[in-house]
Structures are given as C-alpha cells and as structure tokens.
C-alpha cells in the first residue's frame, strides 16, 4: 500500500478474541484458499509472515526498524528527517529518468509516468499515450452560470465510511454545498435553501450553506453519503470517470456544475 503521506509505522496487535463467528481479514482469506483448495498464492501466510513481505525491511528509510521493534514500542517513524529539517530533494533524486526536476519531461513518449505500476496482487503492465513534454496549463472556461465543483472527503466521515454514525446529528442526511456568499446574492439564494445542483451527466439535491470560505466561482460538495440516507444520489453522479492523459489520474477537478432551485425544477417537470 502506498503511505499517503505518513511517516510513521504502527502496530496493530489483537486487543480482544474474536467474538462469536467473526474472524480477522487475513484469517478468512486463510479459511477460504483451504476451502478452495488453493496452495502457494498467498492466502495461506500467517500475519507476521505477511508484515514481513509488505515492505523492503532493507530501505534506508527503515534502518534500524524491524517488527520486533514495532511490537515493543508500537510504532516507529521512518528515517526521512524531522518535519523542521527534512530536504529529501536537496541532491536530486526524483522519480525521473535523470534524477532531476524536470521542467521538460525526458518520458513524454510514456506520459511523463513517474511511478512504478501499482495493483495489489496485480503485476502487469500499462501503456500511456505520449503526451508534450513540456506541458502548458490551459484553464477550462466556465460557461456562463457555471461552477467549478471540487468535492473532498468530508471531516466527519472517512470516504464512505462512519458516515452511518452521524444520523442522529443530522450531518449524514443532508447532503450540504457550500457558495460564496457574493455568488448566493446573484442567484438569490439563501442559507439551507433546497438546491439542484447539475450538468450533463445527472443532477443531484443539495442545500446551500453560503459561507465567506469558499471563493467566488468554486462549489464544493463533500463526497461519502449514502445513497440511502439522503434519498437520493450523491456527487459522484456528477464526476467524469475519464482519466487524465498524464499517469491516468482522475479528473473530479475538472467539473463545471450549474445550478437551479427546486421550484425550477417543479416547474420544468409541471411543463412537461
């Protein structure tokens, strides 16, 4: 798995049995490769055996690191320097074929690609289309009435997950986008007023929380509701799945949304 960022290992021991007929991940997949008779894949390693292989014990960064340390101490970070004094770029040492930053890429014929191939369990290769290799930003415009849509985890939930605890203090069932206020006033829209928010790929409720932090011309809508708990859908109808040319990366940044009230909508409806 990549780190995300973090530059600390934990170690997670066992804090209780498990109760009733739940068993651990790794322990199911155990089960099921004996059930399926399937031998030498994987599934049939212990948990210490599978911490053993999940990384290169033998990386600068993990000197003087082991699982016995990990399990004495309970977690260790990584030798990459203090947050104060950390330069890892200082002599080079980027992910490109010259070790350099590089302005002009010197693997434009394979988009720039920077990063091994990663798939858990999946090892095979990816083919991506040339690309300049000087690329030069061309901001999209946005139509008339439109928005820039940005859509980042919620601080309440964890993707989708432990959206269901916040039922009980309303955050889970109503689906919020935040607008300038500067941008409400034109469009006469006032704070938890019942939204539409659209473009051609579906349209979704939504209710606004006008706000001085977002910026003119920006919506933001979290993403991680349920489907079930809004009783309706949720921003990811409004998100191209199209990769980007470079390295395939999503593109949920590149989204124009529109909006329009609810009466409009009862209107258009009555008119068809």
Not at 209 to 228: A, F, K, L, P, S
Request: charge should be positive.
């Amino acid at each position: 798995m990549y780190s995300w960022g973090h530059f600390n290992l934990q170690y997670n021991d066992q804090a209780i049995q498990p109760i009733g007929e739940a068993v651990s991940n790794t322990e199911l997949f155990r089960r099921l490769a004996r059930k399926m008779s399937l031998q030498n894949n994987g599934c049939d390693l212990a948990d210490e055996e599978i911490m053993s292989l999940a990384l290169d014990w033998s990386h600068t960064h993990l000197d003087g690191i082991n699982i016995g340390l990990l399990k004495e101490r309970g977690f260790s970070r990584l030798n990459v320097g203090s947050p104060k004094t950390r330069t890892p770029h200082i002599n080079g040492c980027f992910a490109t074929k010259s070790g350099k930053f590089e302005f002009a890429s010197t693997d434009s014929n394979n988009a720039g690609a920077l990063l091994s191939l990663f798939r858990q369990g999946f090892e095979g290769n990816r083919e991506l289309q040339p690309v300049d290799p000087l690329p030069s930003f061309t901001a999209r415009k946005t139509p008339v009435g439109g928005f820039v849509l940005i859509s980042p985890k919620h601080k309440h939930f964890l993707n989708s997950g432990y959206t269901n605890f916040n039922l009980k203090n309303g955050i889970a069932s109503k689906q919020t986008i935040m607008i300038n206020r500067l941008d409400a006033m034109k469009l006469n829209v006032q704070q938890d007023e019942h939204l539409i928010l659209y473009n051609d790929l579906g349209e979704i409720d939504v209710f606004a929380d006008v706000t001085e932090d977002i910026i003119q011309g920006v919506v933001m809508v979290n993403h991680g509701y349920w489907v079930r708990h809004i009783n309706g859908k949720t921003v990811n109808a409004l998100i191209s799945s199209k990769p980007s040319k470079i390295g395939k990366g999503i593109t949920v940044n590149d989204t124009i949304v529109f909006i329009k009230k609810q009466t409009q909508k009862q209107t258009e409806a009555a008119e068809k």
